[in-house]
Each structure stands twice: as structure tokens, then as C-alpha cells.
């Protein structure tokens, strides 16, 4: 099965979409693809250095980095600062997943509105993405709006409408006084990252210089 669900993957199709190719149910698919992620997740610790593979092409500077991360920070009652590290270990996983080094991709963030949804990646209220210039681990999002629950997405571009997360944060919470981290929103499987659905990208945030979105 497993198998037949990484063609499908690589076709850009969403969980949903498996399941009905297979006609089998959303969760055994997550289930299928969650084991595979972990057991090349679990290979590359084990050997994080091992002889490079044509197609790891792991970013020098992140040699060192052995813990993803993904952060908020408040920068005003309308805007956030996110900056992340993605580590060598999901770098090879994903080089060899892919057969082509993880450089080679366009890089992106999506910040989506997922107040009152139990967000499985393709259900949010809304999304607003920002395709990244090379290199950049840092980003500011303005015009957030009061009460609202928000939650980013760092990932990968495969094509222009499909988008493959690598890291996921913590749901913030923003309120007329701030903003306040609540926990990480729920999914059916409680895993950071998933692969969310091609979702259409919503413009209610306004452009602005590069650095901003």
C-alpha cells in the first residue's frame, strides 16, 4: 500500500484523494505515510553523517543543526517575526525521498487562520503563502487581525500549486492586548509538517518590502 501511496504523493495528490484512489479511509493513508516518514526519520539519525549521496546537497551551515525549529515572535499587536532551522537529518530525509538535494527547491511559508477548525493542513479559514528569496531563515508577517487563531508552515514548493510543509509552529492566539501561544492545533495524527492540500493562495494581507509579508 505504501507504495502505491508515495506515486500518488509524487503526483501532488492530497490524503483525500489517496484514500479515494485506494478506496480505503484518510486515517490509514496518514497512518501508511506518518510509519514511512518516521522510519527514514529514525535512518538518518542513526547515521546524520554518513558518505553524501549525489542528491543530499546539505547546506554547509546547516552541518550542525540537529533540532528543527520554528518561532514566533511578536513584533507589534499586528505583526509576527518567524524564524526557523530546518536539520540536517530532515534535509537528507527529504534529499533521499526526493533523489534531488533539498537547494534545489523553491522555499515557502504559509500562514493560515485556523480559528475555530481542528486543522488537518487544507482546512484553514483562510492562507496567505510567501515564496522565499534564497537563503532567508526569517521572515515578518503584518495585518494580522485581533482574536483570530493563526499557525505557519515552512516547506517546499514541488510545483506552483503544491506545496510540501517541512515545519509547522504553535498556534498563536491573537487578542486586542497581544498575542498568546497556545498549543499546537489539533490533528488527527499529532505530527508537525504534515503534507497539506493544495490550498489557493488569499491576499488579505497587503505586500510589502522584501522581508515582509
Known sequence: ??????????????????????????????????????NKAKRSREEPFQTKSPYQGTDKKNASII??????????????????????????????????????????????????????????????????????TEWIFKGLKPNRVYCIEMGMKLTENNFFPLLRSDALYTTETGFENISRPQEKIQKPAEWSDSVSTYTYYETVSEGEG
Open 67 to 136: 533540532e528543527d525549529k520554528i518561532n514566533l515572535t511578536r513584533i507589534s499587536d499586528e505583526k509576527i517575526k518567524v524564524d526557523w532551522e530546518l536539520s540536517i537529518y530532515k534535509e537528507n530525509m527529504v534529499a533521499q525521498y526526493f533523489n534531488r538535494p533539498i537547494s534545489s527547491w523553491r522555499k515557502a511559508l504559509r500562514i493560515y487562520d485556523v480559528t475555530g477548525v481542528i486543522f488537518d493542513g487544507g482546512n484553514a479559514q483562510s492562507d496567505h503563502e510567501v515564496v522565499l528569496p534564497d537563503h532567508h
Open 1 to 38: 500500500m505504501i507504495d502505491e501511496i508515495i506515486k500518488l504523493r509524487r503526483r501532488g495528490l492530497s490524503f483525500r484523494k489517496i484514500a479515494r484512489e485506494l478506496d480505503t479511509t484518510v486515517g490509514k493513508v496518514q497512518y501508511q505515510w506518518v510509519k514511512l516518514v518516521q
